[in-house]
């Protein structure tokens, strides 16, 4: 049995993720490599990039997607796949970001059960949160859950409406925009008469 591998700095894992060519989430001194991403994954990415980035033009926060990374806490390094900042800090920044109001998940099913559970909980360490959202373009379910004056996070379903509604930037969008070139779950086809 080999030895387990020593655990790394936040500024060791920095100097060694800015060398990779493929991206890695780091928590509590250890790397977890990002699975690759199927299409419908990157066209709903994509399209919620593009709508939020379209609201955002008149205010004076912005979008950012799937490369960014997001520092929760001193121990962990997160690769959100859409988040919004109004954070002036963050706003300058060139490598790591520390304020995002809302985050944006969108799921698949190796990462699921992660971006429900563990993923979310270290987001809720930010302040500055205000929501995070789960939408699966699988299943075409979007959930929304938002931090409420008392400190307590209120899942809001928004999978049977047709527009999402994202109070913490104050924006709404057609679900038919955020799942805009997703092909409907295939159905099998009709029999011919005979």
Known sequence: MGSPLPKLTLEAYLAWENEQPEKHEFHQGEIFAMVGARRVHGTVVNNLARLLGNLMQATRCRVFTEGMKVQPADDTILYPDVFV??????????????????????????????????????????????????????????????????????????????????????????????????????????????
């Open 85 to 194: 900042t109004c954070d002036p800090a963050d706003l300058r920044t060139e490598m790591i970001f520390t304020a995002p109001k809302l985050v944006i998940e969108v799921l698949s099913p190796t990462t699921q059960a992660y971006d429900r559970s563990q993923k979310f909980a270290l987001y809720r360490r930010m302040a500055s949160l205000r929501e995070y959202a789960l939408v699966d373009p699988d299943t075409r379910r979007t959930e929304v859950f938002r931090i409420g004056a008392d400190g307590l996070w209120v899942l809001h379903d928004m999978s049977e409406r047709s527009v999402m509604t994202l109070t913490s930037v104050g924006c709404e969008m057609a679900m038919s925009d955020v799942f805009s070139g997703v092909d409907p779950a295939a159905t099998p086809a009709e029999e011919p008469a005979a």
